[in-house]
Nanobody, 128 residues
Framework: VQLQAFGGGLVQAGGYLRLSCETP????????MGWFRRTPGKEREFVAA????????NYADPAKGRFTISRDDAKNMMYLEMSALKPEDTAVYYC??????????????????????WGRGTLVTVSS
């Protein structure tokens, strides 16, 4: 599935951004989905995930309490709302998806594993 992430930009520390991800031509409801990020010189980092039903979500510790993942299947869109942004949130953010939606695959996806579809990233820069 083709994934397109957008919505990144420059924001001051403490600010808010909403990232969006769309799956043109494909029903979003068929996929477990998530967000990862990568900072230069660091490993790719899991951020958040949402199950194909939309009923389950999971967040990495840095995102808990500040980020919210959601999806609108009618619009074929997934979102990552980021509040109270910090300079250490600066990264390229990627939306990801997997069509494996069995119970084990979903549990793995919610923990940031098993994604086989990656979109182009969108850059988020948080200034101090």
């Amino acid at each position: 599935v083709q994934l397109q992430a957008f919505g990144g930009g420059l924001v001051q520390a403490g600010g808010y951004l909403r990232l969006s991800c769309e799956t043109p031509g494909r029903p979003l409801s068929q996929y477990n989905m998530g967000w990862f990020r990568r900072t230069p010189g660091k490993e790719r980092e899991f951020v958040a995930a949402i199950s194909w039903t939309g009923r389950r979500t999971n967040y990495a510790d840095p995102a808990k309490g500040r980020f919210t993942i959601s999806r609108d299947d009618a619009k074929n869109m997934m979102y990552l709302e980021m509040s109270a942004l910090k300079p250490e949130d600066t990264a390229v953010y990627y939306c990801v998806a997997t069509g494996s939606t069995g119970s084990l695959s979903t549990a793995q996806a919610l923990n940031g594993r098993g994604y086989d579809n990656w979109g182009r990233g969108t850059l988020v820069t948080v200034s101090s």
